[in-house]
């Protein structure tokens, strides 16, 4: 080990939830492959209750993204040069965290090739999506370039308070949790969709809709317009962590391709994951040990239409959503009743 690698490692991802989530693999390879180098994780405001009891996390530093954004940044490299890493690796293409990693002072500073300030990286690695390698594999070859082996599955690590949290609903019995919601509305299964499943859902599982508090009225909508006969509305009530400990209980659970399947395949809860404009191949699936994917069955000649998705469906017929039968989300159920794991 060099003695640029002998110091802490700072990992930075102040992308959405789910891109921290993924990054969360490293920890844990970084904790089999280095025990003794202590790891510290940077990520925008709202984001660090998922890493900050994380038991392989040293500190957690905050980019405020809404507040002061480019002081902030200012301030986090100030704050990184005076700590003295070993190596800063962005897991990220973008200038911002591209220019903290560049002038942090690190002897090793890592990043991807396509990042605007990878001129003054020590070592660059290509990040090249559609080809089936997942987004932690590419993440994990920033740390090691040879690496080949099995895809690390991501980890979280609720903790007690966020079991307690989750335990009166997950007394309650057989459930199923469904996410209903996206950042992305291409990316997002319609309501209508959903109420086609929940219509047709067998009448003793509990189902427990989920959402932060930005889904609240949407999971409300979904609810009222719903006609199961038992179904709760959690939505804005329970934490990220407390979240993954309530999927990790649940017979089966339908999400999008967004953050909650993330939160899933980090605690590896039972997974339905319903891709619409997306596609697996962009490398960013399930990672549960029972995990299915959920599609149009035939090909469109529009999808996949983009990377993250869209507000609207370009063509305006959103087919690679409407087109998915409810029998599809039926026939994981049946076999995630009959799965052990």
Same mark, same amino acid.
């Given at each position: 080990?060099?003695?640029?690698?002998?110091?802490?490692? =700072?990992?930075?991802?102040?992308?959405?939830?789910?891109?921290?989530?993924?990054?969360?693999?490293?920890?844990?390879?970084?904790?089999?492959?280095?025990?003794?180098?202590?790891?510290?994780?940077?990520?925008?405001?709202?984001?660090?209750?998922?890493?900050?009891?994380?038991?392989?996390?040293?500190?957690?530093?905050?980019?405020?993204?809404?507040?002061?954004?480019?002081?902030?940044?200012?301030?986090?490299?100030?704050?990184?040069?005076?700590?003295?890493?070993?190596?800063?690796?962005? =897991?990220?293409?973008?200038?911002?965290?591209?220019?903290?990693?560049?002038?942090?002072?690190?002897?090793?500073?890592?990043?991807?090739?396509?990042?605007?300030?990878?001129?003054?990286?020590?070592?660059?690695?290509?990040?090249?999506?559609?080809?089936?390698?997942?987004?932690?594999?590419?993440?994990?070859?920033?740390?090691?370039?040879?690496?080949?082996?099995?895809?690390?599955?991501?980890?979280?690590?609720?903790?007690?308070?966020?079991?307690?949290?989750?335990? &009166? #609903?997950?007394?309650?019995?057989? #459930?199923?949790?469904?996410?209903?919601?996206?950042?992305?509305?291409?990316?997002?299964?319609?309501?209508?969709?959903?109420?086609?499943?929940?219509?047709?859902? &067998?009448?003793?599982?509990?189902?427990?809709?989920?959402?932060?508090?930005?889904?609240?009225?949407?999971?409300?909508? =979904?609810?009222?317009?719903?006609?199961?006969?038992?179904?709760?509305?959690?939505?804005?009530?329970?934490?990220?962590?407390?979240?993954?400990?309530?999927?990790?209980?649940? %017979?089966?659970?339908?999400?999008?391709?967004?953050?909650?399947?993330?939160?899933?395949?980090? %605690?590896?809860?039972?997974?339905?994951?319903?891709?619409?404009?997306?596609? &697996?191949?962009?490398?960013?699936?399930?990672?549960?040990?029972?995990?299915?994917? %959920?599609?149009?069955?035939?090909?469109?000649?529009?999808?996949?239409?983009?990377?993250?998705?869209?507000?609207?469906?370009?063509?305006?017929?959103?087919?690679?959503?409407?087109?998915?039968?409810?029998?599809?989300?039926?026939?994981?159920?049946?076999?995630?009743?009959?799965?052990?794991?």
């Amino acid at each position: 080990m060099s003695a640029a690698s002998s110091k802490a490692i =700072l990992l930075i991802q102040t992308a959405f939830i789910g891109d921290v989530i993924l990054a969360t693999a490293l920890l844990d390879y970084l904790h089999q492959t280095e025990p003794a180098t202590p790891v510290d994780f940077l990520v925008r405001k709202g984001n660090e209750g998922l890493v900050k009891e994380h038991p392989y996390v040293r500190n957690v530093l905050i980019w405020d993204k809404k507040q002061a954004k480019y002081k902030g940044l200012w301030q986090l490299l100030q704050q990184i040069r005076a700590t003295g890493y070993g190596r800063v690796v962005t =897991l990220q293409r973008f200038a911002s965290t591209g220019f903290l990693t560049a002038f942090s002072g690190a002897p090793e500073r890592i990043g991807f090739d396509k990042n605007p300030f990878a001129w003054n990286f020590t070592r660059t690695q290509p990040h090249i999506i559609g080809e089936g390698v997942h987004e932690v594999t590419r993440n994990l070859h920033l740390l090691d370039p040879t690496y080949q082996g099995p895809v690390v599955a991501p980890r979280l690590y609720p903790t007690l308070t966020d079991e307690a949290a989750a335990a &009166p #609903y997950a007394a309650e019995g057989p #459930y199923l949790c469904i996410a209903p919601t996206s950042v992305w509305f291409t990316k997002q299964f319609p309501q209508e969709q959903w109420l086609k499943l929940l219509a047709a859902l &067998p009448p003793q599982y509990r189902v427990y809709l989920l959402g932060g508090p930005p889904d609240v009225a949407d999971c409300t909508a =979904l609810m009222q317009a719903s006609h199961h006969p038992n179904i709760v509305n959690l939505a804005g009530k329970l934490s990220l962590l407390a979240s993954a400990a309530l999927m990790r209980g649940a %017979v089966l659970n339908y999400v999008n391709d967004s953050a909650p399947m993330h939160l899933c395949s980090a %605690v590896g809860a039972p997974t339905c994951a319903v891709y619409c404009s997306t596609v &697996p191949a962009f490398g960013f699936g399930p990672l549960s040990p029972f995990a299915r994917i %959920v599609e149009i069955p035939e090909p469109l000649e529009c999808r996949p239409c983009g990377l993250h998705g869209y507000r609207n469906c370009p063509l305006g017929h959103f087919r690679c959503a409407h087109g998915i039968e409810t029998a599809q989300l039926l026939a994981v159920l049946a076999e995630a009743e009959k799965t052990k794991w």
